[in-house]
């Protein structure tokens, strides 16, 4: 595909649940990032991959969270015993040199 | 630690009218300064960049230019049209590390015909 793919769109999910989200980069990127973005906010770093290692998570929120690339292509994204303040936008972007390209995102709401 | 400012908003303004967006920023070394774009109902795309001082970066008649002195990255444009209407976030990344970028609040623009 031509760009940054991501699934679902949209989540529902129950306080308590927990929910995978998935991120496909495109094609020979090597570096995979994942954000946060809340309503009417900026996104925020979450964590960063390059190729299989996750070499950054400093902006993971809590060990609820937990995320993966174990081919060093598509990433998941993990939150166990969602809460409702993990209700946002996770966007996932990837990039070879320098520029980052964003997907569509995942917008999950926590009931 | 690195953070970026923006002006608040939403701005509102006249189809053909200049347009400025304030953005100021903090930061060790000599960060890379980006403009996203993020169009209703869209993921964010990348509006235009620059990676060094005195560095002017545009786009779709969007420009903006890396001053070091004042450390700010201001978007201006000379004539909006109605299809400019979207939320804009200027952005960061500091040399080497993992590259992440560091976002501000963001603005949205409003653009009526």
């Known amino acids: 595909g031509a760009g940054v793919s991501q699934s679902p769109r949209y989540k529902v999910a129950k306080r308590g649940q927990d929910v995978a989200l998935r991120c496909d980069p495109i094609?020979?990127?090597?570096?995979l990032f994942w954000y946060q973005q809340a309503l009417g906010q900026g996104p925020e770093f979450l964590t960063y991959f390059q190729n299989e290692a996750q070499l950054d998570k400093s902006g993971l929120p809590s060990d609820r969270f937990f995320a993966e690339r174990p081919e060093g292509s598509v990433s998941t994204l993990k939150i166990q015993r969602t809460q409702q303040e993990d209700s946002a936008v996770y966007l996932c972007a990837s990039s070879l040199v320098g520029t980052q390209y964003f997907g569509p995102g995942t917008r999950l709401l926590v009931l | 630690g690195n953070s970026v400012t923006q002006m608040e908003g939403p701005v509102t303004l006249s189809e053909e009218a200049f347009l400025t967006i304030n953005c100021t920023y903090t930061a060790t070394g000599y960060p890379s300064l980006f403009w996203y774009v993020q169009y209703p109902g869209e993921g964010l795309q990348l509006l235009l960049k620059?990676?060094?001082?005195?560095d002017k970066g545009s786009n779709k008649g969007f420009e903006a230019t890396y001053r070091k002195e004042t450390t700010s990255f201001h978007l201006e444009k000379g004539s909006v049209q109605v299809s400019d209407s979207a939320v804009y976030f200027c952005a960061l990344s500091n040399e080497g590390g993992s590259e992440k970028l560091v976002f501000g609040k963001g603005t949205k623009l409003t653009v009526n015909p």
């Open positions: 094609s020979g990127h090597v570096s």
């Open positions: 620059a990676t060094k001082a005195d």
